[in-house]
Nanobody
Framework: QVQLVESGGGLVQAGDSLRLSCAAS????????MGWFRQAPGKEREFVAA????????DYTDSVKGRFTISRDNAWNTVHLQMNSLKPEDTAVYYC?????????????????WGQGTQVTVSS
């Protein structure tokens, strides 16, 4: 089965940058769409960004537009989330997700494969 492992989280100051990575292994497909979600304490899991299997289409939630960039390697088995100008409101556990999708989706229910999450903490 597909396994996703996130890395790159940590504790940073407001205004700093972090680069998250998600490596896929197992029975993966090059045409998986991949996305990032996050969940803060006491809040629902929310969509952050997604990228199509060929990298030509991306989508972002409004709160991160202009600050975050999603990308994937040429091997198609790794996705990155470059996070700039981090704010305390970005503090959350960030999860990588993947699945075969006709269109990009902001719904967690449309993704069948999930990583374990990586903690991002932004102090003011």
């Amino acid at each position: 089965q597909v396994q996703l492992v996130e890395s790159g989280g940590g504790l940073v100051q407001a205004g700093d940058s972090l680069r998250l990575s998600c490596a896929a292994s197992g029975r993966t497909f090059s045409n998986f769409a991949m996305g990032w979600f996050r969940q803060a304490p006491g809040k629902e899991r929310e969509f952050v960004a997604a990228i199509s299997w060929n990298g030509r289409n991306t989508d972002y939630t409004d709160s991160v537009k202009g600050r975050f960039t999603i990308s994937r390697d040429n091997a198609w088995n790794t996705v990155h989330l470059q996070m700039n100008s981090l704010k305390p409101e970005d503090t959350a556990v960030y999860y990588c997700a993947a699945d075969l999708l006709v269109m990009l989706s902001a719904s967690s229910e449309d993704y069948g494969y999930w990583g374990q999450g990586t903690q991002v903490t932004v102090s003011s």
